[in-house]
């Protein structure tokens, strides 16, 4: 299975801090922030990974590399001046991501969630397998509920953790261009055809210089 760290945003909400640093090199506890999730991604045996990149995408590739140091291989998408979002930035990187399905994870978020289990939750006649967090302070409404493994729109709902497995089949008939993931994840789960999970361990997102600092302090207490 291959992987794609979300990673092209422009990090409105950090700045100043993301005027000259894109997000997701943003030191935590002494290195970047999706440097965590490339280490994560190499235990959980993921070894191919996907990165796109916009807003100040050559420092991303300039400190990564071909990801040999990290014991991975890195591809890179590169969305150009602007960020495609979510929706758009994935479907941009499907040549590179291939036909099987693949693992998609934001690039400003922290969690210890075990991504090697939720590489195999996929199944046999699901679109996509979303991983569903409480709902933090911040998101308190949630996005979707919960109802035996299935997504569904009625009922408590949850936070997408912005963890996610997908098949192409997901984005079938959508065409290159900016857009964001929210739409076609509801009509999936609409078809009934995404599962989940509830994940209750250390999760955290990390958008605002507050929350930065805060999983800074967490991580080197």
Known sequence: MKAM?????????????????????????????????????????????????????????DALGDGARFGVQIAYSDEGDAALETGGGIVEALPLLGPEPFLVVSGDIWTDC???????????????????VPNPDFHSRGDFALAEGRLVTAGERFTYANIGVFRGEFFAGCSRGRFPLAPLMREWIAKGRVSGELYRGRWRNVGTPAQLAELDAELTR
């Open 114 to 132: 075990p991504l090697s289990r939720v590489a195999r939750s996929l199944g046999s006649g699901d679109a996509a397998h979303f991983v569903m």
């Open 5 to 61: 760290i979300l990673a092209a945003g422009r990090g409105e909400r950090m700045r100043p801090l993301t005027d000259t640093v894109p997000k997701p090199l943003l030191p935590v506890a002494g290195k970047p922030l999706m440097q965590y999730h490339i280490e994560a991604l190499a235990a959980a045996g993921i070894t191919q990974i996907v990165v796109n990149l916009a807003w100040l995408g050559g420092s991303i590739r």
